[in-house]
């Protein structure tokens, strides 16, 4: 069984920055991918960025912007996000896989002034 922790979320003015975290209860080195999704209210959960090793993908929406990294001896993933707008407000979930797709319980990302 894998349980992903997200924190970091919050309040922040457009133009700000966050950094949210995902702490994972085994070694993420053991997972094929983890990321970051988000779900806005009404709109599907879609993909924000993700990370295989040290490979990284992101959404066009958020390059530039966002970065996703990690942390192999806290196992921890992380993503720094900077220039926040208001569209970016939704729940955060981190994810992580391993022959399944997990989930953390989100984290609530509020962009407004």
């Known amino acids: 069984q894998v349980q992903l922790v997200e924190s970091g979320g919050g309040l922040v003015q457009p133009g700000g920055s966050l950094r949210l975290s995902c702490a994972a209860s085994?070694?993420?080195?053991?997972?094929?991918?983890m990321g970051w999704y988000r779900q806005a209210p009404g709109k599907q959960r879609e993909l924000v960025a993700t990370?295989?090793?040290?490979?990284?993908n992101y959404a066009n929406s958020v390059k530039g912007r966002f970065t996703i990294s990690r942390d192999n001896a806290k196992n921890t993933v992380y993503l720094q996000m900077n220039s926040l707008k208001p569209e970016d407000t939704a729940v955060y979930y981190c994810?992580?896989?391993?022959?399944?797709?997990?989930w953390g319980q989100g984290t609530q990302v509020t962009v407004s002034s």
């Open positions: 990370i295989s090793g040290w490979t990284t």
């Open positions: 994810n992580a896989v391993i022959n399944w797709a997990y």
């Open positions: 085994r070694s993420i080195n053991d997972f094929n991918a």
